[in-house]
């Protein structure tokens, strides 16, 4: 069995598509899991894809229970995630002479809780999951399956196999955990097998209290890329230039988290400041109608109690920055719950793996 954390972008998302600065951080209160049983008898071969009972549930007890909880759950389950990632898994091997042992068959299944269709990487958590118990079962390690390839490997599921508008700051924050700063410098990106520079910095850094909330009744995560990849590949002046004032929200958060001038409470304020910022070039990059009523309304409430605000993702939740304290902590609770949104503090997830030459996060 094995576990993959949800992860949430502070600074600079949406920008790792797009060439851009991004610091995000791996969500140690939501994961997924994927166990990979061995087939009971030796001469059995087969590999089983195991339905999740709720997930991919296709019994209801009536076309009302079927409209709810599709409307909550999605239309699609996590049987599709780990079909793609075994015919990846495979394929990859393949394309790099990694050879497989003969072994046993065996069945793949996967739990998660993570909040559906909210940005918070759920998806993605559940194919790396996957992609791990099929390199410890067919023993691949490092030098097989370095970690340097995996981020690329899932997005080419998601993006490759089944058309799902991805980046790779999920990824990377997926496979290394703990908070990582990525630069997507085309150059660098071009030299290094897509690869950008990624730099660790201390969970202890980040400003105190965050908290997640987020919508039981969400939109499609993903959706909120519509229309905009194309117009910035085309070269479209505006977008281009959003994109560019969204990468240095990832830059002015690294040196405010690194200490550098303000510090104490201006620096929260910042912090606090930059997190709106960020989200309002978001705002003004996709519009309204693309990124939802319950998204706009839950970043209308942080900001409504003076706190700092930015989704986490594609839409769906957001993670917010109580800069004045628990007193505020509280106020954010009572306007939340009011309207049905869930509010959790968040709990940054472990480092999962070294960082490619051990990088550190840049001083200046």
Not at 103 to 109: A, D, N, P
Not at 145 to 152: E, F
Not at 205 to 230: C, D, F, Q, T, W
Not at 274 to 280: E, K, P, T, V
């Given at each position: 069995?094995?576990r993959?954390?949800?992860?949430?972008?502070?600074?600079g998302?949406?920008?790792?598509?797009?060439?851009?600065?991004?610091?995000?951080?791996?969500?140690?209160?939501?994961?997924?899991?994927?166990?990979?049983?061995?087939?009971?008898?030796?001469?059995?071969?087969?590999?089983?894809?195991?339905?999740?009972?709720?997930?991919?549930?296709?019994?209801?007890?009536?076309?009302?229970?079927?409209?709810?909880?599709?409307?909550?759950?999605?239309?699609?389950?996590?049987?599709?995630?780990?079909?793609?990632?075994?015919?990846r898994?495979?394929?990859?091997?393949?394309?790099?002479?990694?050879?497989?042992?003969?072994?046993?068959?065996?069945?793949?299944?996967?739990?998660?809780?993570?909040?559906?269709?909210?940005?918070l990487?759920?998806?993605?958590?559940?194919?790396?999951?996957?992609?791990?118990?099929?390199?410890?079962?067919?023993?691949?390690?490092?030098?097989?399956?370095?970690?340097?390839?995996?981020?690329?490997?899932?997005?080419?599921?998601?993006?490759?196999?089944?058309?799902?508008?991805?980046?790779?700051?999920?990824?990377v924050?997926?496979?290394?955990?703990?908070?990582?700063?990525?630069?997507?410098?085309?150059?660098?990106?071009?030299?290094?097998?897509?690869?950008?520079?990624?730099s660790?910095?201390?969970?202890?850094?980040?400003?105190?209290?965050?908290?997640?909330?987020?919508?039981?009744?969400?939109?499609?995560?993903?959706?909120?890329?519509?229309?905009?990849?194309?117009k910035?590949?085309?070269?479209?002046?505006?977008?281009?230039?959003?994109?560019?004032?969204?990468?240095?929200?990832?830059?002015?958060?690294?040196?405010?988290?690194?200490?550098?001038?303000?510090?104490?409470?201006?620096?929260?304020?910042?912090?606090?400041?930059?997190?709106?910022?960020?989200f309002?070039?978001?705002?003004?990059?996709?519009?309204?109608?693309?990124?939802?009523?319950?998204?706009?309304?839950?970043?209308?409430?942080?900001?409504?109690?003076?706190?700092?605000?930015?989704?986490?993702?594609?839409?769906?939740?957001?993670?917010?920055?109580?800069?004045?304290?628990?007193?505020?902590?509280?106020?954010?609770?009572?306007?939340a719950?009011?309207?049905?949104?869930?509010?959790?503090?968040?709990?940054?997830?472990p480092?999962?793996?070294?960082?490619?030459?051990?990088?550190?996060?840049?001083?200046?």
């Amino acid at each position: 069995m094995h576990r993959t954390f949800a992860r949430v972008g502070l600074f600079g998302n949406p920008s790792d598509q797009y060439y851009g600065r991004t610091i995000a951080f791996s969500l140690a209160n939501f994961w997924a899991e994927v166990t990979l049983t061995p087939s009971a008898d030796a001469a059995d071969t087969a590999v089983r894809i195991v339905p999740h009972p709720v997930y991919d549930s296709t019994h209801f007890a009536s076309l009302e229970q079927l409209v709810t909880r599709t409307s909550t759950e999605g239309l699609y389950g996590g049987v599709r995630l780990l079909l793609a990632a075994c015919k990846r898994f495979g394929e990859h091997c393949q394309q790099h002479g990694i050879p497989l042992p003969p072994r046993r068959g065996f069945s793949l299944s996967y739990d998660t809780n993570v909040p559906r269709q909210t940005g918070l990487s759920g998806s993605s958590a559940i194919i790396y999951s996957a992609l791990k118990c099929l390199a410890d079962w067919y023993g691949l390690g490092e030098e097989q399956l370095p970690a340097a390839v995996r981020p690329g490997l899932v997005l080419s599921v998601e993006a490759g196999e089944l058309g799902i508008a991805a980046g790779l700051q999920d990824r990377v924050v997926q496979v290394y955990g703990g908070v990582v700063h990525m630069d997507f410098d085309a150059e660098h990106m071009a030299a290094h097998g897509g690869a950008g520079r990624y730099s660790r910095l201390d969970p202890e850094l980040l400003p105190s209290p965050l908290y997640i909330m987020y919508s039981e009744n969400p939109s499609e995560s993903g959706k909120v890329h519509s229309g905009v990849k194309a117009k910035w590949l085309a070269g479209d002046p505006e977008v281009r230039a959003l994109m560019t004032r969204v990468a240095a929200c990832g830059d002015e958060g690294l040196q405010l988290l690194l200490g550098h001038t303000p510090t104490g409470a201006e620096r929260d304020r910042r912090l606090a400041e930059l997190m709106c910022a960020n989200f309002d070039l978001r705002h003004a990059l996709f519009g309204d109608a693309v990124l939802g009523a319950r998204n706009l309304r839950m970043v209308e409430i942080a900001k409504s109690v003076g706190a700092g605000v930015n989704f986490t993702g594609s839409g769906g939740a957001v993670v917010v920055f109580c800069k004045d304290g628990l007193e505020q902590a509280a106020a954010l609770r009572v306007a939340a719950e009011a309207e049905g949104f869930t509010l959790v503090p968040v709990q940054v997830g472990p480092e999962t793996a070294p960082l490619p030459n051990a990088s550190c996060a840049p001083s200046s």
